[in-house]
């Protein structure tokens, strides 16, 4: 019998409405492609009723970029088979992918790479159920962006179809367009696109030799003037050395040690990591990574140094190496994230208007400590409750608010927009790695000027003639 690819929206597809912002969409129809012809088929029958249509990868994503307000729902995860391999004449790595392969199933597919050096693809925010499309659409990076820098330099091509059935290889400089008075790279309109441009069915990947040393050390501080100050002599004081460099620097606030703990029934890796007391107010939890031993240990010891000397107790730091360690020190990072997805999980079973309230800001020129200390201050005269965590490079920092309430849900909603609106005047970035999609719209809309939103408009009209892609990411389209 013929496979049937397009099916009716029904009880068991309810949820492709949602990503894990927990905001609902709704879509009268879904397709699971394996292959781009059965792609083309989908847009051809799609244009017959002037469908629009939303493209899906691992639904992960916490602004909603992924969720449909109509029409069509194209999920990605059925392809997601790993292509070519090469390495080239420059001794580039490239692996090519077809873009609904997960996170996870990349690291396996590298990790049996064979005839070379062990290889890694450095983009990773945590999340292993995401895919590579979903990835390469918002720019997730995660915690080790501080040395490796954006996910955009990991993406040497894709393959795209566009709405008018044709599809198209694109390299990295193939073709420049202009962009709000700039030169820009045609693979970068795609990558950070939000899917609003075409499909990418395959991405070709530039993976990195794996450093042989990854040490990860959590430093646990009573004393938030203590941990403040750390913070500020860490980002004077550059600590790489030939060899080595620090990768993540990442900081998490009481209530976020309190969420982990509270999730650590239902993530079970999580319950081999001791207990935090209760009398530490925060943590810094920072990787090194580097191909010398030596090397990598003399940052660890000038840091263990440092730390001492803001009063963090060198005796209750975990220090840890080698694959599995870190591997556990990443799971804890990436509960902060997921114990205040759960959380909002339960409160929308209460009232299903309540979604994600969470910061993706980075303002790079203010001081860390003021800048949380301001945050915490309006989160208590608003009678909140909140978790901070996040990236200490850029002062790149995610407030999750935690509402009891839809009432307390309304409320942190403003102080999001607030905090935006002071961020923009303040030259900061509103949106940095999770992506604009349908939650972040009023407040990306109202911090980036009407010209800016104009050429956006442009581009669609040109790469998405038929306005098939993705209705009410970023804009009104
Ligand atoms: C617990 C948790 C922790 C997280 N931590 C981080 C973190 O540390 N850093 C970070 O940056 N993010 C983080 N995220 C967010 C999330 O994992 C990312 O946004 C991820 O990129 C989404 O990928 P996805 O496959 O789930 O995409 P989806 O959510 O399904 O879609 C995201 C967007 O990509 C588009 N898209 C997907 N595939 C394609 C394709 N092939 N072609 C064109 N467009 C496509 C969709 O249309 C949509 O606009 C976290 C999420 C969770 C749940």
Not at 147 to 162: C, H
Not at 376 to 396: K, Q, V
Request: glycine letters at 8%.
């Amino acid at each position: 019998m013929k496979r049937q690819l397009i099916h009716e929206i029904e009880e068991r597809y309810m949820e492709y409405l949602r990503d894990e912002s927990k905001f609902e969409g709704s879509a009268d129809s879904i397709s699971f492609p394996e292959n781009e012809e059965e792609i083309l088929k989908i847009i051809n029958e799609m244009k017959k009723s002037n469908t629009q249509i939303t493209i899906q990868g691992g639904k992960t994503g916490i602004v909603g970029c992924g969720v449909p307000l109509r029409g069509h729902i194209l999920n990605l995860s059925n392809m997601n088979r790993v292509k070519e391999f090469e390495k080239t004449e420059l001794g580039d790595y490239l692996l090519k992918v077809e873009s609904g392969i997960t996170l996870l199933d990349l690291k396996k597919a590298i990790n049996k790479l064979k005839n070379h050096e062990e290889l890694f693809w450095p983009p990773d925010p945590t999340e292993s159920s995401a895919t590579i499309g979903g990835i390469a659409s918002c720019g997730a990076r995660g915690i080790s962006s501080y040395l490796y820098g954006d996910t955009v330099k990991y993406i040497e091509g894709a393959r795209v179809v566009s709405s008018d059935g044709t599809i198209r290889e694109i390299r990295r400089g193939d073709e420049v367009i202009t962009f709000y008075g700039h030169e820009k790279d045609l693979l970068d309109l795609y990558l950070g696109g939000e899917g609003m441009f075409g499909i990418m069915t395959e991405l070709t990947l530039r993976l990195l030799p794996k450093p042989l040393e990854i040490w990860g050390i959590s430093f646990f501080f009573e004393n938030k003037n203590d941990v403040f100050d750390f913070i500020g002599q860490l980002k004077e004081e550059v600590l790489n050395v030939d060899g080595a460099s620090i990768a993540a620097l990442e900081y998490m606030d009481r209530a976020t040690i309190d969420g982990i703990q509270g999730v650590k029934e239902v993530m079970t890796k999580l319950k081999e990591l001791p207990d935090i007391d209760s009398d530490i107010s925060s943590m810094v939890y920072i990787e090194i990574h580097g191909m010398k031993e030596e090397a990598v240990e003399k940052i660890a010891e000038a840091l263990m140094e440092m730390a001492m000397s803001f009063n963090s107790d060198p005796d209750r730091a975990w220090a840890v190496s080698g694959d599995t360690e870190i591997e556990k020190m990443r799971i804890f990072r990436h509960a902060a994230a997921e114990a205040s997805n759960l959380f909002i999980e339960k409160k929308r079973l209460e009232d299903s208007r309540i979604t994600k309230l969470g910061t993706d800001m980075s303002l790079d020129k203010e001081c860390f400590g003021s800048l949380i200390s301001k945050y915490e201050a309006d989160i208590e005269a608003e009678g909140l409750n909140a978790s901070i965590f996040g990236h200490i490079a850029g002062n790149h920092l995610h407030v999750n608010i935690l509402p009891g309430s839809y009432d307390e849900y309304k409320k942190g909603y403003m102080l999001l927009e607030k905090w935006s609106e002071e961020a923009a005047k303040k030259d900061g970035r509103i949106i940095t790695e999770h992506g604009v999609g349908k939650l972040k719209k009023p407040m990306f809309l109202k911090s980036v000027p009407k010209e800016y939103i104009e050429e956006l408009r442009r581009l669609k009209s040109i790469y998405d003639p038929n306005g098939m892609w993705n209705p009410g990411n970023m804009f009104e389209n």
